[in-house]
């Protein structure tokens, strides 16, 4: 599998992702309605979690956007920051990475 293959399917299963815990959030919603405020403490607790998966995954979609675009330039495996190349070690580990381990 190439690398623009890696992270267009690692940029999938990201969306799925974000996808699926979009929909488990307004299931808690709906279900956080139905309930007291007593019963409901739980499910402060499951949605701040839940936000904080999201948040997390959001960032990863745009890392691994990003990692796309520095691909299609011709820059990707270069560190953003300081130019010189990325561990092909690191690359492979995650190939959505856009800087070196000095800088990441």
């Known amino acids: 599998m190439t690398v623009g293959e890696r992270l267009a399917a690692k940029e999938a299963e990201v969306r799925t992702r974000?996808?699926?815990?979009?929909?488990?959030q307004e299931g808690h919603a709906r279900a956080a309605l139905a309930r007291c405020?007593?019963?409901?403490?739980?499910?402060?607790?499951?949605r701040s979690t839940a936000v904080t998966a999201h948040e997390s995954l959001g960032r990863l979609l745009e890392?691994?956007?990003?990692?796309r675009t520095r691909l299609d330039?011709?820059?990707y495996g270069r560190c953003a920051v300081c130019g010189e190349p990325i561990?092909?070690?690191?690359?492979e580990a995650r190939?959505?990475?856009?800087?070196c381990l000095q800088h990441g």
Do not use: K, M, Y
């Open 18 to 24: 974000l996808e699926e815990l979009t929909g488990a």
């Open 37 to 46: 405020l007593g019963e409901s403490e739980p499910l402060v607790v499951d």
């Open 87 to 91: 561990p092909q070690g690191r690359l």
């Open 95 to 99: 190939p959505w990475a856009t800087t």
């Open 63 to 67: 890392e691994v956007r990003l990692a």
């Open 73 to 75: 330039e011709g820059s």
